[in-house]
């Protein structure tokens, strides 16, 4: 017995987020038939993910390819005091791409953090180089005078810090007694 499936292929009308259709077709219009394109356009301050202000999608038997959306276009990141942004002067960032920051000598990522993300809010943790004196992470369930140790790291919470901070210190020739 031979099963015979016939099906058409329909894509809904999509509702765009930061955006519109580009030709103002209306919902009742829809849905379109396999194959058709649909053109939309990003409003100010949003991008297609191919980083164009206007792009098309089309219907496929999986849905819209690509999805018609709209993200967040961040602008380049303000320079920062002891480091840098590698990216390209010409590079456009949307919604979930992200940057690498290099400190300059003898100082360091705050929090180790050495990328940042452009997300809908802007970028994002506020990136900054410090000074090793002034390198401090946080790490749940430390104790004042009581490190935490990773391999040959011992991590202090800074008396000189508000107490959700902590410091690390590089230990090496000692060992450890538990």
Same mark, same amino acid.
């Given at each position: ?10 894509? +809904?009308? !999509?509702?765009?987020?930061?955006? *519109?259709?580009?030709?103002? +077709?209306? +919902?009742?219009?829809?849905? %379109? *038939?396999?194959? @058709? ?11 297609? %993910?191919? $980083?164009?202000?206007? #792009?098309?999608? @089309? ?6 390819? !690509?999805? !018609?959306?709209?993200? %967040? $276009? ?8 002891? &480091? ?8 456009? @960032?949307?919604? &979930? ?22 997300? $809908? ?12 004196? $002034?390198?401090?992470?946080?790490? +749940? ?26 410091? #690390? @210190? ?9």
């Amino acid at each position: 017995m031979t099963a015979v499936f016939n099906f058409v292929v329909r894509c +809904e009308y !999509p509702h765009i987020q930061n955006g *519109r259709l580009y030709h103002n +077709e209306w +919902e009742g219009s829809f849905p %379109k *038939r396999l194959g @058709y394109r649909l053109d939309f356009i990003c409003n100010n301050g949003f991008l297609a %993910k191919s $980083k164009d202000s206007w #792009h098309s999608s @089309y219907c496929t038997i999986r849905g819209w390819n !690509p999805e !018609p959306k709209c993200f %967040k $276009k961040c602008d380049r990141p303000q320079q920062i005091q002891h &480091g840098a942004f590698n990216y390209h002067r010409l590079s456009i @960032y949307i919604e &979930g791409d992200d940057i690498t920051l290099s400190c300059d000598t003898g100082y360091y990522p705050a929090n180790q953090q050495t990328k940042i993300m452009c997300t $809908k809010n802007g970028w994002s943790p506020t990136p900054s180089c410090v000074s090793p004196g $002034k390198q401090t992470n946080l790490i +749940e369930g430390a104790h004042p005078h009581s490190p935490r140790w990773d391999s040959n790291l011992a991590t202090f919470r800074s008396a000189t810090q508000p107490s959700s901070h902590l410091v #690390h @210190y590089a230990i090496w020739g000692l060992q450890r007694s538990d």
